[in-house]
């Protein structure tokens, strides 16, 4: 049993940056052992580093079977919240399922558990909308020392929900027991340092400071985490805080992805492909973001993908860029539901029957529109609907589906609803088909 748990706080220590440099195959191989040899927090672990979500849920399931509460939470989120498109929780003894699994975990005081159930009754999806209970579910969480569940709660004291007045004083306190927290798990686990480098930057419960972010990013990079050296990279790249160094932000980059940072490779492929410092080569280019794709980080998907449908610098694949959309958009990748759905309603000869195609775009823009919240997604459902391409004609429909685009920060929807005829259409849209205002 020894060698188990051995195994098992290896991989710990790798992620807390106390066991050398840290790299994540060597991490999902020292969980994958422990879980293999049936120890339930190896698995739990495991299940939070894999890429697929189906891959993930298992390793949950079987955390959680075998008594291990915190799994019980990260198996509801992944149902309830984040899941792809084949694992997000449909039907309705799924949902109640999933519900059960996160109550558990929370009365059971395992505080991830509590904060799923506040997120989704702040949401009211897939549940009906609670703002009272998920307030109570946030604070329970923020009590047990999840920032998220502070940080949650204290957005929604900000803001003043279903019409009460905002709580700044309120507010003010849960963000800085968010910011305590973060300090302390940054100084243990490196995973929040990310999140520690955020509050500095935005003044989230502490003073703005840009310096004291930068410090933050720098000592975890240092300390061996790939994801801040990746974002210490992008401060470099930029100039604005720290001294420009664009060669010193490529090595940085280089760094994060030969340990297993998919971030890392793309903006390391960014730089190859902009020529900056580094030279332009096709090839380099097509690895690091084939790399990035399989690590996980999925607008490296669909920059492959988007390479393949053009034929620019691969072989033309229309097959192999719809599956890498497919991919990036079952993953909630960035707009990648959106790129799947320009790709199926195009005219492109990607072999797939027009009325299949348009069925799977309506399911992708759906999910990416309400289980992601993209209004780019939500853009492209409204013009379907005043088009009538895959939905009756419906202009009330689709000025509904513009304004929830428009809410979520899509211009382009914005300005159609002012002005249709004057609001940028997708690529797909046949010009004489524009509609009038």
């Keep these: 049993?020894?060698?188990?748990?051995?195994?098992?706080?290896?991989?710990?220590?790798?992620?807390?940056?106390k066991a050398g440099r840290r790299n994540e195959g060597r991490i999902l191989d020292a969980f994958r052992k422990g879980c293999d040899a049936n120890d339930a927090e190896s698995c739990d672990e495991l299940g939070s580093l894999l890429v697929e979500d189906t891959e993930s849920a298992a390793m949950y399931r079987k955390s959680c079977d075998a008594g291990y509460m915190p799994a019980c939470g990260h198996l509801a989120a992944l149902l309830l919240v984040s899941g792809d498109m084949g694992v997000l929780a449909e039907k309705e003894s799924d949902i109640k399922a999933a519900m059960a699994l996160a109550q558990k975990?929370?009365?059971?005081?395992?505080?991830?558990?509590?904060?799923?159930?506040?997120?989704?009754?702040?949401?009211?999806?897939?549940?009906k909308k609670d703002h009272k209970l998920a307030k109570q579910y946030l604070e329970r969480a923020c009590e047990m020392g999840d920032y998220r569940g502070c940080a949650v709660a204290g957005t929604m004291y900000e803001l003043g929900w279903d019409g009460e007045k905002p709580d700044e004083e309120r507010s003010g306190m849960l963000h800085r027991k968010a910011f305590e927290l973060l300090q302390t798990?940054?100084?243990?686990?490196?995973?929040?340092?990310?999140?520690?480098?955020e509050y500095h930057a935005d003044g989230f419960g502490t003073k703005k400071d840009p310096q004291k972010e930068i410090e933050v990013l720098r000592d975890a990079c240092d300390r061996g985490h790939p994801g801040t050296c990746v974002l210490l990279g992008i401060k470099m790249e930029e100039g604005k805080i720290v001294t420009k160094d664009v060669l010193g932000a490529g090595d940085l980059y280089r760094r994060a992805c030969e340990d297993g940072e998919g971030a890392g490779c793309?903006?390391?492929?960014?730089?190859?492909?902009?020529?900056?410092?580094?030279?332009?080569?096709?090839?380099?280019?097509?690895?690091?973001?084939?790399?990035?794709?399989?690590?996980?980080?999925?607008?490296?998907?669909?920059?492959?993908?988007t390479k393949q449908r053009a034929g620019d610098g691969v072989p033309k694949d229309l097959k192999s860029s719809v599956d890498l959309r497919r991919r990036a958009c079952s993953h909630r990748g960035k707009e990648g539901c959106g790129?799947?759905?320009?790709?199926?309603?195009?005219?492109d000869e990607h072999g797939i029957p027009r009325k299949e195609a348009e069925a799977e775009a309506i399911r992708a823009l759906?999910?990416?529109?309400?289980?992601?919240?993209?209004?780019?997604?939500?853009?492209?459902?409204a013009w379907m609907h005043d088009l009538g391409v895959g939905f009756p004609k419906n202009?009330?429909?689709a000025r509904a589906l513009a304004q929830q685009a428009c809410d979520l920060g899509e211009a382009a929807a914005c300005q159609w609803l002012k002005d249709p005829a004057k609001g940028q259409s997708p690529t797909w849209v046949d010009p004489t088909q524009q509609p009038k205002k």
């Design 366 to 381: 759906t999910f990416g529109c309400e289980q992601v919240e993209s209004g780019y997604e939500c853009y492209q459902l």
């Design 1 to 17: 049993m020894n060698h188990i748990v051995s195994c098992r706080n290896y991989g710990l220590l790798m992620q807390r940056g």
């Design 395 to 397: 202009r009330t429909r």
């Design 105 to 127: 975990g929370c009365e059971a005081g395992h505080p991830n558990s509590c904060t799923i159930l506040g997120g989704v009754y702040r949401k009211g999806k897939p549940v």
């Design 266 to 305: 793309y903006r390391l492929a960014y730089l190859h492909a902009a020529g900056k410092g580094l030279p332009k080569d096709e090839s380099k280019i097509t690895a690091l973001l084939s790399q990035s794709c399989d690590l996980g980080f999925m607008a490296s998907c669909i920059w492959l993908a």
């Design 339 to 347: 790129q799947l759905a320009l790709l199926l309603l195009g005219k």
């Design 185 to 197: 798990l940054c100084a243990d686990k490196l995973d929040s340092c990310d999140k520690l480098a």
